[in-house]
């Protein structure tokens, strides 16, 4: 039985058992299938573990387990990314009720205001770093588990503030929690998850970031500044309570050595009525091919830095693309073209077109592929970026106190947020930045926002994973600190036109990386994707 499934599995077809081959030569076969590569190869050979059991009664009594324990699993764990959304727009609200605080200790000037939201990308990164080692070290679940102690720490800190020095140590401390389960969530959800669904689930950090965002922007209307805080508590709590049934990744304890407890993992996530040995074997068989750590010689193998670089090279052009800058900036950036949103509004339609697109990257990833979804949205991004970018430079300017562009306005506003707008919109023409703006934000949440952290939790090498996903993180929120820091010294200094001809510019990069660089892993195995890389017949550098 075990024989012909795996026969079933490697081919993708349904056919009834071979009579006379042995175990060995059904091994070799399948060992085969998995080194075929993975570029250009749109069909069913690559369904190592297909949704399709022999029998229609088989499939619902395998399917229903399985699926539930993943989900649920999964759930537990992007809690985390819940709350790193949470974080991440805490400011929004909370800078202009301190900018009017009566509390000489707690009264923000603006450039305290700049700090105060830019240092949350401070934080993440450190978080990414560390990642690094305790992605490894204390395995991809206990890693998250831990990012709930400066989580914790930090919102207590902002909610009981007395000081400034206290608020941007809660703000750093949210940050490293948000950049630790950045790097560690998706790849225990990579790990766990079957290749069917892993794209579905792969898309569910950025999913629940998003709605973490859109539940501070909510609750911001009901509750004052410290009650916030102590709001974003209550999912840290949650996360803790539900990861402490969860079990491990089971490539994670083979990696340890910890063969029984990995079984007894998998066999948790498939549910008991699946037959596991199959898929044990090949997650045993790749592990065992690696040692415990990388070491020098072994990252300067092609088989090693290919994976690593294209991760990298995704994290630094996503960020590169411009969102952050964009997203911090939106408000102002509207209030310069003469497009007036109450900010209320703004965070409203923002948050929803996030939310809604991410929900279709979800939804199609695992039908539509990986690469199809990139190309769709670097060329919408494009699009938008250049419209916005061409808009600015030719078309109606908004009034202002003095000669100068708006770009004057844009840095007062964007710290504070209290002076009036410059101008208000005077036709239809004046919505084409609200059109675009929403465009670019459709484009990144239904490709390069979710699959960027997907496709670094999938190309990454096992044994190199942990390492190299902090890595990713570190790399993005250093870029993240950067460009947000840089932005209004390119606009006051050239005009907001330029960062947007820049962002367009980038996006038309990220076509060509895709298109040459980027496999399509879609209904892949991690085995198989690394198998690739390891003895892949098409060169990603050339």
């Not at 999964?74 to 991440?88: D, E, I, Q, R």
Request: charged content about 15%; aromatic content about 10%.
């Amino acid at each position: 039985m075990l024989g012909a499934a795996a026969a079933r599995s490697v081919s993708g077809r349904s056919c009834p058992p071979a009579p006379g081959p042995s175990a060995a030569a059904r091994t070799l076969r399948a060992r085969a299938a998995m080194q075929e590569p993975l570029l250009g190869a749109e069909g069913p050979d690559y369904d190592t573990f297909p949704e399709k059991s022999p029998s229609p009664g088989e499939r619902t009594r395998v399917g229903a387990p399985q699926n539930k324990r993943v989900f649920l699993a999964t759930f537990a764990a992007v809690l985390g990314n819940f709350s790193f959304g949470y974080a991440l727009v805490y400011t929004s609200p909370v800078i202009p009720a301190l900018e009017h605080s009566l509390d000489p200790d707690l009264s923000l000037t603006k450039t305290q205001a700049s700090w105060f939201g830019s240092i949350f990308t401070l934080g993440a990164a450190a978080g990414g770093l560390s990642a690094m080692v305790l992605n490894d070290l204390l395995g991809r679940k206990l890693s998250i588990m831990f990012s709930a102690v400066p989580s914790a720490a930090g919102y207590a800190l902002m909610a009981g503030a007395h000081g400034f020095w206290m608020l941007l140590l809660g703000r750093t401390l949210t940050g490293f929690a948000g950049g630790l389960t950045a790097a560690c969530i998706p790849v225990y959800v990579s790990e766990i998850a079957t290749p069917s669904v892993r794209g579905a689930l792969g898309a569910t950090p950025q999913l629940m970031a998003v709605f973490g965002s859109l539940s501070l922007y909510a609750l911001g209307l009901l509750l004052p500044w410290r009650w916030l805080a102590v709001a974003g508590e209550g999912p840290v709590l949650i996360m803790i309570l539900l990861l402490s049934f969860m079990p491990n990744s089971p490539r994670f304890l083979l990696s340890r050595g910890r063969d029984t407890e990995a079984l007894r993992a998998l066999a948790w996530l498939r549910g008991a009525d699946t037959d596991i040995r199959w898929e044990f074997q090949q997650i045993q068989d790749n592990v065992r091919r690696q040692s415990t750590h990388m070491s020098w010689a072994e990252a300067r193998n092609p088989h090693m830095y290919r994976p690593i670089l294209i991760a990298l090279l995704m994290r630094f052009l996503q960020q590169l693309m411009g969102i952050t800058p964009i997203l911090v900036y939106l408000q102002p950036i509207f209030e310069s073209t003469a497009v007036l949103l109450p900010p209320k509004d703004d965070a409203a339609i923002v948050g929803a077109v996030r939310l809604f697109s991410v929900l279709i990257a979800a939804l199609t990833m695992d039908l539509a592929g990986r690469k199809v979804l990139l190309f769709i949205s670097a060329t919408i991004m494009f699009v938008a970026n250049l419209t916005l970018g061409l808009y600015v430079h030719f078309g109606p300017k908004p009034l202002t106190p003095n000669s100068t562009m708006s770009t004057v306005g844009l840095e007062s506003v964007s710290l504070g947020g209290t002076e009036q707008p410059l101008a208000t919109p005077s036709s239809y023409l004046t919505l084409v930045p609200l059109v675009a703006t929403m465009l670019f934000i459709t484009g990144y949440a239904m490709g390069w926002g979710p699959i960027t952290w997907l496709l670094m939790s999938e190309i990454l090498p096992l044994q190199a994973r942990g390492v190299a996903s902090g890595l990713c993180v570190l790399v993005s929120w250093l870029t993240a600190f950067a460009l947000t820091k840089s932005f209004l010294l390119v606009v006051n200094a050239f005009g907001l036109h330029v960062p947007f001809f820049f962002f367009a510019a980038i996006c038309l990069a990220s076509l060509v990386f895709t298109g040459c660089w980027v496999p399509e892993t879609k209904g892949r195995s991690l085995e198989q994707i690394e198998s690739f890389f390891r003895t892949g017949r098409r060169s990603f550098l050339h």
